[in-house]
């Protein structure tokens, strides 16, 4: 895994984007209009959720090492604009608190079992970074005032999501497969497919050959519109691609039991 953001900044880059979250929020005509990225929630909805989760994880990390997540009881999120913007920044606040108090290196509990990210207080922190800047993103869309995600966040974002949410032990259905990532801002990174798993690194350009028994696929573009591919939030085609396409699609597909 390569982390380019220290615990100090991983922190200070959530709240930044939860303020500009909350910025795109309050410029909303209503909050009963459809997020677009999301076309089943509402904004409300994308509020509700994404604060509930802030509390959520700030349980979790305060619980240190468990086999499960706590229980939590939070206040409902309020229907009026600016008392669910205040119960969103408390929402948070408590989040960071927790976050700062537990510091990065301490155990608890994470969805993700047997992968590339471990299983710390500094690797949620990282994850609930791509998940308030991706859902920035998607209230800023909503909103008609798109911004791409900051480009350390972006750079980051592309390798914690697949060291966290592509790496697995669980065994791959298909034939043997590469795919290479490649961001416009200079960094690479490989996934490699095969009945052991899913691992990821980082590599230096150019590539190696991958030899012609494994199917390959890359995908370029900025460091934003990779992680909004991942996320699904823009079109397979949005990116410039080559090699064998159907990985891809294998990959969008897969729903590794482990």
Known sequence: MEQTLDFADLLRLMD???????????AAPSLDVQVLTCP???LFDLVQHLGEGRRRWAAIVAAGPADAPPAVTAPAAPRER???????TASTTELLDA???????????????PSQSPQTTGAVARHQLQQ????????????????PLPAEVALDGV???????????????????????????????????????ARAEPVPMPVADV????????????????????YGRIAMDSLQLSGDRRVFDQLIAWEPEV
Do not use: K, N
């Open 16 to 26: 930044e984007r939860s303020s500009a979250f909350r910025a795109a929020v309050a």
């Open 40 to 42: 089943e929630w509402t």
């Open 82 to 88: 600016a008392a669910l913007l205040d119960w969103f």
């Open 99 to 113: 976050l700062r108090a537990a510091g990065p290196d301490r155990g608890c509990w994470t969805w993700w079992g």
């Open 132 to 147: 308030v800047a991706v859902h920035t993103y998607d209230a800023q869309v909503t909103v008609g005032a798109p911004e």
């Open 159 to 197: 390798d914690e999501f697949v060291t966290t949410c592509v790496a697995t032990t669980a065994a791959w259905p298909h034939q043997p497969a590469v795919i290479d990532y490649h961001a416009s801002e200079g960094r690479s990174w490989r996934l490699w497919f095969s009945a052991d798993g």
């Open 211 to 230: 030899g012609p028994e494994v199917a390959y696929a890359s995908a370029r573009g900025t460091a934003h519109e990779l992680v909004m591919f991942c």
